[in-house]
């Protein structure tokens, strides 16, 4: 059952956007912009993703370059906007994607589009990844057991966190994604997906 399930999320993006964008139509919201804490539009709202102001209407995402999103990021802003609950939720402990509910199909596929990608980029050159990451509107938080530890606003509410240890003669590169666990009422396994590997491809693009 899981491994089904697995295949369908990683297949149907368009499809499934376009149907979250239905599922708008009937939105309040001046009342969600509120819960939220985002500027209402007249028939949408401007949600700031990883910083960056997208608007979100039933007629689709726009970016901050006036662009149509991707549907990979118009899905995840649709999703987030659908599911919001009647007010924000304490955050709660980080947890890994590996502990987020039935992601076991898809905690290799995962690491492979993320934490791979990153340990193998940046390497031994963790001051390049912090500069990437501050370009990107990441903050370094203290934490003495990393040597970055760095908080990501992907979505008001839903921050993500990476966690890196540099490359040394003795170790190679470590790397983490962590969501608070209220990150699962705010989106689902395909859309927190999505955060990790959007985050990763600007981080490397940076």
């Keep these: 059952m899981l491994l089904c399930r ?15 964008r239905s599922a708008l139509a009937d939105m309040d919201w001046a009342a969600l912009s509120r819960r939220i804490g985002c500027q209402p539009m007249d028939n949408g709202l401007a949600l700031p993703f990883f910083q960056q102001i997208h608007q979100v209407s039933p007629d689709g ?20 906007v659908l599911r919001f609950p009647p007010q924000p939720l304490p955050q ?4 890994t994607f590996r502990e987020l509910t039935d992601s076991g199909p898809l ?23 912090l500069a990437a990451a501050i370009r990107l509107g990441g903050r370094r938080e203290a934490n003495g057991a990393f040597d970055l530890f760095l908080r990501f606003e992907a979505l008001p509410h839903v921050p993500l966190f990476l966690q890196f240890n540099a490359a040394d003669d003795l170790f190679p590169a470590q790397a983490a994604l962590l969501f608070h666990c209220s990150a699962e009422t705010y989106l689902d396994l395909r859309s927190l997906f999505i955060l990790g590997t959007y985050l990763t491809g600007r981080l490397i693009t940076a």
């Design 6 to 20: 697995a295949g369908r999320m990683l297949i149907g993006i368009d499809q499934e956007y376009q149907e979250a």
């Design 92 to 95: 709660g402990p980080r947890i």
């Design 61 to 80: 995402c726009v970016g901050p370059d006036s662009q149509p999103a991707t549907a990979a990021v118009g899905l995840v802003l649709c999703r987030y």
């Design 107 to 129: 905690v290799a596929r995962f690491a492979d589009n993320t934490l791979k990608i990153i340990t193998t980029t940046f390497g031994r050159r963790g001051e390049d990844l």
